[in-house]
Each structure stands twice: as structure tokens, then as C-alpha cells.
Nanobody
Framework: HVQLVESGGGSVQAGGSLRLSCAVS????????LGWLRQASGKERAEVAT???????TYADSVKGRFTISEDKVKNTLYLQMSSLKPEDTATYFC????????????WGQGTQVTVS
């Protein structure tokens, strides 16, 4: 298993920015994916952005051009830089690990709340 611990959530006004961090520990597969998912109140959890071991990224249409996912392999940390935040971005954000990049998320962090007003 991989352990994931998120930080960096909080409250921000619309148009503002936040950076989420996720400390990753444990043994990862060679062809893994890491991702950020979010769950708004009353809605299902949805993928926001993913990154594979080679650095290729994907984004949900709703965040393209506003969010950037990145990984610092030296610090073993996953990031999500969020800009031009909108009230509809309000959700609990989770980082997750997929050992085979099949969008089958195997390990999860505890989540961090982001509120945009």
C-alpha cells in the first residue's frame, strides 16, 4: 500500500488560488498514476487531474487551463495548483494512487476541504 496525506485546503474568494499538496510514501509500481479527485456535497467523487510516472497529465474539462497537477519525485509529493477558482470548485479534494493507471484508485488520502465563495 501507498500512504497519502493531503494538505493545503482552505477557504478562498472566487478568482483566487490555492495549492494542494499530497505527501506520498510507500512502494509504488513502476507504471503508476497519481491523481486528484473531488467530491462536492451531494455529488459523486470525480477525477480532477491525473499524472503518470512519465509525467503525462489529464484534466477534467471543467478545470482545464485553471488547474495544474505536478509531482516532485525528490520530495515524493503530488501537487495541485488551482487558479481562477470558482464556487463550483468547492469540494473535498482527495489524492489517490493507481498502481496500473486504469483509473482504478487503490489508495486514498483523507481529503482536504476547499471552499470558494
Amino acid at each position: 500500500h501507498v500512504q497519502l496525506v493531503e494538505s493545503g485546503g482552505g477557504s478562498v474568494q472566487a478568482g483566487g488560488s490555492l495549492r494542494l499538496s499530497c505527501a506520498v510514501s510507500g512502494n509504488t509500481y513502476s507504471a503508476y498514476c497519481l491523481g486528484w479527485l473531488r467530491q462536492a456535497s451531494g455529488k459523486e467523487r470525480a477525477e480532477v487531474a491525473t499524472i503518470d510516472a512519465g509525467g503525462s497529465t489529464t484534466y477534467a474539462d471543467s478545470v482545464k487551463g485553471r488547474f495544474t497537477i505536478s509531482e516532485d519525485k525528490v520530495k515524493n509529493t503530488l501537487y495541485l495548483q488551482m487558479s481562477s477558482l470558482k464556487p463550483e470548485d468547492t469540494a473535498t479534494y482527495f489524492c489517490a494512487y493507481d498502481p496500473h493507471c486504469l483509473s482504478s484508485w487503490y489508495d486514498w488520502g483523507q481529503g482536504t476541504q476547499v471552499t470558494v465563495s
